[in-house]
Structures are given as C-alpha cells and as structure tokens.
C-alpha cells in the first residue's frame, strides 16, 4: 500500500460536506467504494454505514474498525429581514477562527451557495468593542441574498447545513497536508486503506470496518453502532489535536513523529494488553510511533462500554489548526498509522483476540 492510494481517496473525502447528523453525502461515497469489497453493507438506524469482510470459520470472531464521518460546522439558525443568516455552532468551536472566513450554505435539495461570515470592519467598531471577541451567536452569514424572502426563495431554510470552506492541498515539501474535516476523514481513507490491504487475505475473523456518525456532538453514532456490530475487539481512528507549533519537542502530540499511541483521554482507557501490542507491532516493523494524552475523546469512549465491555484501542494521528478549515497533517503520520493498523489487524487471531478480552479479568 502506497501513501498515494490513501491520498486518492483522503482529498475529495476531506472536502465532502458533512457536518454531523448530516453525513449523507460523505455515507454515499464510502458505500460506492466498500461495494467494491463486499456484498455485506450495512447500516444502523442514524446512519453510520460499515463494510463486512466474512471469515470462512464458524462462529468467528468479530473486530470492528471505525472512523467517524461527521465534522464540526454550523447550521441555519434563522433568517434575517436583509437575508443574512445566523448560526448555530454543531460541534466545538473558537470564536474567533470565524469572522471574514468564507462559508458554504448547502439546502436540503443539495444546492450550495457561497458565501462569508461578516466582518465588521475595524474603523466601525469602538475602542471597547475591538478588545472583544465576537460570540458565534452575533456573527452572520451573507450568502447575496438582499431579503428573508429572497434567501427563502432560493430553498435556504433553519437547519440547512453550513461548512467553512477548506480546499485540500499538499504543501511545499509534500509532506504536510492542508485542509478541511481531517478529524475525521483520515479514519475514513484510513477503513478504506485497510479494506484494500486485506482484501486477498483470509482472517481469522469478521473484520467489519466503517465509519459513524454524530462523534462530535456526542460519540452517538459510535453507541449505536457498536449495538450493531457487538464486536469481541474495536479499534478506533480518529484525529487528535497537535500541540507542537511552539516548538516544545515534550508536549503530546507532534507532527511528524508516527502513530499515536493513547494511553488515557476524557472518556476511555485503553484495554492494556491491546495498547502494548500496538506498541510491540510498531517495535517490531519500525514503524514510527509516540505516546498521547489528551482531556478530549474519540469513538472509543462509548464503543468500548457497549454491553459487558469491548476491549478498544485507538490508532490515531495528529494535526494542527484542528476544529477549523485548515487542518494541517503530516503525511508521515499517515502511512506509519497504516502500517500500524495493517500488520495489528492481519495479525490477530482467535487466541489472540480472547487473551485481549481476558486482559482485565
């Protein structure tokens, strides 16, 4: 597996519109793709869709694999009487990565229109106002329209979509990657990648591999999902923010420097003997890899309290400028994420699979 394979499918996923509970668009993609693996598709009830790749034997096991398809954005909150729009935040956002930046306002026929967030020019506003920062809940979104009534007619309504523009680009030295919904269409190239790499090999297991929906605005699809798939084994990718641009080589989470391996977050600690295989299967094939902890979570945090408990492990990347339009990833990361993931899943086995359930018992 190449790193350009992974990049064919990364970009356009990247620049699909999908903010969560409207991950249609992104859901369509990846069943045109996992139809050319399997017959076996399959959906839960919000959403999130998952490719089956059967084992020949009996009663086999199961190992779920999962990214997570939505992304933060905006929706419409109401229109105003000059045909401005307001919004409303869907997921974690800082205010002030916003004002000026241009936007896109996608309807429920899937029409776009362009558009930006306004900007009070600086000579308007009075000394006392430019020490504050604007609140979300005061910015508003001007798409051409010049009345209510205007906009309406266009087929803009409350609730309609909103994604802040974010083209993907690979920057100068062709290592780092610019753009858009990373977090977390890296784990959705990521299912694919792996789907391809395994797609002649003979698992000792049901691999099921997808992606949910809903992860940013509280890991739902992730419940639901797991209540479909009732894996033995999870394992969880996702896009975690870097916080190295200071140049303090000691912070969690630097680019460049491999796979991460996630020993605790806000919502899960990692089944031990999983996290230790991670560690020796990077050992063993030289695969770039560093230690993480963030107060943030992933998927994982409710995969793994589904039922009597799955054991879960995370193979996630890092990137800076995370939750805004311009992400920046290092490619790097990437394939030693993939190898990661690659030799650990076409590794286990049925044994090895129960040692990791009896880990904590």
């Not at 916003?98 to 029409?111: A, C, E, K």
Request: hydrophobic share 40%; proline share 3%.
């Amino acid at each position: 597996m190449n790193k350009e394979f992974i990049l064919k499918h990364l970009e356009p996923l990247s620049e699909i519109y999908g903010i969560s509970g409207q991950e249609y668009l992104v859901a369509k993609y990846l069943h045109e793709v996992y139809k050319t693996y399997t017959d076996e598709i399959v959906y839960d009830q919000l959403g999130s869709i998952f490719a089956i790749k059967r084992s020949k034997k009996e009663h086999a096991k199961k190992v779920m694999v999962a990214g997570h398809m939505d992304e933060v954005g905006f929706m419409v909150k109401t229109i105003t009487k000059t045909g401005c729009l307001t919004m409303h935040p869907v997921g974690g956002w800082f205010s002030q990565t916003l004002l000026g930046q241009r936007i896109s306002v996608i309807n429920r026929n899937g029409d776009v229109f362009k558009g930006a967030i306004a900007s009070i020019p600086p000579h308007l506003l009075t000394e006392e106002d430019r020490k504050k920062p604007m609140e979300i809940k005061s910015m508003l979104v001007d798409i051409g329209a010049t009345s209510k009534q205007e906009a309406e007619s266009w087929g803009i309504c409350v609730g309609d979509m909103m994604v802040l523009d974010g083209q993907f680009r690979q920057l100068h030295g062709q290592n780092r990657l610019l753009g858009k919904a990373f977090d977390n269409r890296y784990g959705c190239a990521m299912g694919i990648a792996l789907l391809e790499s395994l797609k002649d090999v003979e698992l000792d297991f049901d691999l099921i591999v997808g992606a949910t929906v809903q992860e940013e605005v509280g890991l739902r699809g992730a419940t639901t999902s797991a209540s479909l798939v009732s894996p033995d084994l999870a394992i969880v990718f996702d896009c975690s923010p870097a916080n190295d641009a200071s140049g303090d080589e000691n912070a969690f989470g630097q680019l460049g420097k491999g796979v991460l391996i996630r020993f605790v977050d806000a919502n899960m600690l990692p089944n031990r003997c999983m996290m230790h295989r991670l560690e020796q299967v990077c050992e063993e094939h030289e695969i770039p890899y560093q230690f993480y902890v963030s107060m943030g979570g992933t998927d994982a945090g409710a995969i793994h309290k589904h039922a009597s408990g799955v054991p879960t492990v995370t193979m996630c990347i890092c990137a800076r400028n995370i939750h805004t339009n311009s992400s920046i990833v290092d490619v790097n990361d990437i394939v030693s994420a993939f190898n990661a993931a690659r030799h650990y899943v076409s590794g286990l086995n049925e044994q090895l699979i129960s040692d990791m359930i009896s880990c904590n018992q």
